[in-house]
C-alpha cells in the first residue's frame, strides 16, 4: 500500500472518528435536554392532554394554554420566594467569600503543623448529613432570635457552603507561588494590599467556583429551609413552590412544571457563562490540594 493510500485511509477514519464523537455529543445533549423540553411542554399543556396517556409528551396535542403560569405567578406567591432565594443566596454567597478566602490563604500561605489538619477537619465538617445538624442549629436559630425568617437561612447556610468552599481555595492558592506576593510586598505593599493585587486576580476561577457552588447549593436546599420557615411570606423557591403547588393529593403539576423552567433558566445560563472558569477552579482546586 502506497503511502498516499495509507494517507488517505488514516484521513478517512479521523473523519469518521470526529463524526462519531460529534454524532455522540449531539445524542448526550439531547438526552440531557429532554427532561427540560418536557418541563416547558407540560408547562403550557391542558389538563386534558397531560392526563390523556396516548398523547405524546413532548408535543401539544391540544391547544396550548397559559393559563397554568399566569396561575403561578398571580395566584402563589412564586415571585416572593424567587426573590427571598436571591436574597437568600446572595448574602450566603458573600459571607462565604469573606469567611473561606482568609481561612483558606492563612492555611495555604502560614506554614505551621496544625493547617493540614484543620483543612482536614474543615472539609470533614461539609460531610456530616444535614438531618444530624439541624436540631441544634435550631437551638441558635432560636437563641438568636432569628426563627421563621430569612436570616436564619442566611446565618445557617454557610456552615455547609464554607468547608467546602475552604478546601477549593486552599487548592487553588497553593498554585499561585509565593515568589509574586513576595515580590509585590519588596515594592511596597503590605501582605493584605499583595493579596488583593497580585494574588486576587490569579484565584478568580476559584472565586467564580465558590460562588458558583454556594448559590446553587443554597438555591436548592431543603432541610434547613423546611425546618427553620414556615410562613409563605419568607419562604424559599425550595420549599415555598412545593408547599403552594401540593395540596394534599392534588399536584399543580404544569405550575409545578413551569416553576422548574422558571427557577432553572437563570441558572443554567449563568452556569454556562462561566463553565470555563468554574471547571478550572474545581480542577485546580482538586489537583493542588
Excluded at 116 to 121: E, H, N, V, W
Aim: with cysteine.
Amino acid at each position: 500500500m502506497t503511502n498516499e493510500a495509507l494517507r488517505r485511509r488514516y484521513a478517512r477514519r479521523h473523519v469518521a472518528a470526529r463524526c462519531g464523537l460529534y454524532a455522540a455529543a449531539v445524542l448526550s445533549a439531547l438526552v440531557c435536554a429532554l427532561p427540560f423540553l418536557w418541563s416547558l411542554v407540560s408547562a403550557f399543556k391542558q389538563n386534558r392532554d397531560l392526563y390523556d396517556p396516548e398523547s405524546n409528551p413532548f408535543a401539544f396535542n391540544e391547544p396550548a394554554t397559559p393559563d397554568h403560569v399566569t396561575f403561578l405567578f398571580a395566584d402563589t406567591p412564586f415571585p416572593t420566594f424567587v426573590l427571598n432565594t436571591l436574597l437568600v443566596g446572595g448574602a450566603v454567597v458573600l459571607l462565604t467569600l469573606a469567611l473561606a478566602l482568609p481561612a483558606a490563604y492563612s492555611l495555604a500561605r502560614l506554614n505551621r503543623p496544625w493547617g493540614t489538619p484543620m483543612g482536614i477537619a474543615i472539609f470533614l465538617v461539609y460531610l456530616v448529613p444535614p438531618s444530624l445538624l439541624f436540631l441544634s442549629l435550631t437551638r441558635v436559630v432560636v437563641a438568636l432570635g432569628l426563627e421563621d425568617s430569612l436570616w436564619s437561612m442566611i446565618v445557617v447556610y454557610p456552615t455547609i457552603t464554607v468547608p467546602v468552599s475552604v478546601w477549593l481555595l486552599i487548592g487553588f492558592l497553593k498554585a499561585v507561588p509565593t515568589d509574586i506576593e513576595e515580590q509585590a510586598m519588596v515594592d511596597g505593599h503590605s501582605r493584605l494590599g499583595a493579596f488583593v493585587r497580585a494574588v486576587l486576580p490569579l484565584v478568580f476561577p476559584g472565586l467564580v467556583a465558590v460562588v458558583v457552588f454556594s448559590f446553587t447549593l443554597t438555591a436548592s436546599e431543603f432541610v434547613y429551609a423546611l425546618a427553620f420557615v414556615s410562613s409563605s411570606p419568607e419562604m424559599v423557591v425550595s420549599t415555598g413552590v412545593p408547599t403552594q403547588l401540593i395540596r394534599g393529593d392534588v399536584f399543580f403539576w404544569q405550575s409545578l412544571q413551569a416553576a422548574t423552567v422558571v427557577t432553572a433558566v437563570p441558572i443554567a445560563f449563568l452556569f454556562n457563562l462561566f463553565l470555563d472558569r468554574f471547571v478550572t477552579g474545581f480542577t485546580m482546586g482538586a489537583v493542588k490540594t
